[in-house]
C-alpha cells in the first residue's frame, strides 16, 4: 500500500494569507492520480482537486495543485474564514487507494 | 444534485453484525461505481470497499476482508455493506462516497459523499 505522509500536521494562519500544504507518498503514483478534500467539522469531506491539478466544479480558483510523482503540493493562494478545515491528499493510482492523515488550518 | 444518505448505523456489541444502507439520488446510479469510506474518531480517513457500477467486481481494504461484504441493488438505487464480527477498531463514521468515473472499471475518487452513518462497536 502506498503511504502519504502530509505535512505540516497542524498551519495556524491568518485570512488573507497563502498557504501551500504537502503530500508526499511512498512510491511514484501512477499517472499522478492524487486527489485533495476538503472536511470540516461534522460534515463529510468535498473534493477539491483529482488528477493532481484538476479543480473540481464548483472549486474557487484560490485553490490550486501542482506535482508528480511523489511530490505534490494543494495552494490556497489567500484564505478565506471558510477554508479553515483539514484537508486530506489520496492517491488512487494503485489499489488499494490510501489517504495521508490530513494537514488542519486553524485560525490563528 | 447528488444525494447519498446512509442508515443503519448504530451500537452493536463485539463480535455483531451490521448492515449499513446508502439511498442514492440525483445521478443514474447504475453507471457509477461506489464506496465505502469510514473515520474512526479524530482519526483520518479509511477506505473499506468498492464495487463496479455494474455489480460485477468488489474490492475491500485488508482490515474489511472476510467480514465485510458490499453489495448494490441497482434495481432500488442503494448500496449496502454487511459487517459481521465487528471489533472495537471498526468504530467509527461510515460514508458512502460516488466513484468519479463513469462506468469504470476500477475505483478512482470520491466526487460526492453522504453525511455519514455512525457506527459503534462497544459492549
Known amino acids: 500500500e502506498i503511504v502519504l505522509t502530509q505535512s505540516p500536521g497542524t498551519l495556524s494562519l491568518s485570512p488573507g494569507e497563502r498557504v501551500t500544504l504537502s503530500c508526499r507518498a511512498s512510491?511514484?503514483?501512477?499517472?499522478?492520480?492524487l486527489a485533495w478534500y476538503q472536511q470540516k467539522p461534522g460534515q463529510a469531506p468535498r473534493v477539491l482537486i483529482y488528477g493532481a491539478s484538476g479543480r473540481a466544479t464548483g472549486i474557487p480558483d484560490r485553490f490550486g495543485a501542482s506535482g508528480s510523482g511523489t511530490d505534490f503540493t494543494l495552494t490556497i493562494s489567500r484564505l478565506e474564514p471558510e477554508d479553515f478545515a483539514v484537508y486530506y491528499c489520496?492517491?488512487?493510482?494503485?489499489?488499494?487507494?490510501?489517504f495521508g492523515l490530513g494537514t488542519k488550518l486553524e485560525i490563528k | 444534485q447528488v444525494l447519498l444518505v446512509e442508515s443503519g448505523g448504530g451500537v452493536v456489541q463485539p463480535g455483531g453484525s451490521l448492515r449499513l444502507s446508502c439511498a442514492a439520488s440525483?445521478?443514474?446510479?447504475?453507471?457509477?461505481?461506489m464506496h465505502w469510506v469510514r473515520q474512526s474518531p479524530g482519526k483520518g480517513l479509511e477506505w473499506v470497499a468498492f464495487i463496479k457500477y455494474d455489480a460485477t467486481k468488489t474490492k475491500h481494504a485488508d482490515s474489511a476482508q472476510g467480514r465485510f461484504t458490499i453489495s448494490r441493488d441497482n434495481s432500488k438505487g442503494t448500496l449496502y455493506l454487511e459487517m459481521k464480527s465487528l471489533r472495537g477498531q471498526d468504530t467509527g463514521v461510515y460514508f458512502c462516497?460516488?466513484?468519479?468515473?463513469?462506468?469504470?472499471?476500477?475505483?478512482?475518487?470520491?466526487?460526492?459523499w453522504g453525511q455519514g452513518a455512525l457506527v459503534t462497536v462497544s459492549s
Open positions: 440525483g445521478f443514474t446510479f447504475n453507471s457509477y461505481g
Open positions: 512510491q511514484p503514483i501512477s499517472n499522478d492520480y
Open positions: 462516497a460516488k466513484d468519479a468515473w463513469k462506468l469504470g472499471a476500477i475505483p478512482s475518487y470520491f466526487d460526492s
Open positions: 489520496q492517491q488512487y493510482g494503485t489499489s488499494p487507494c490510501s
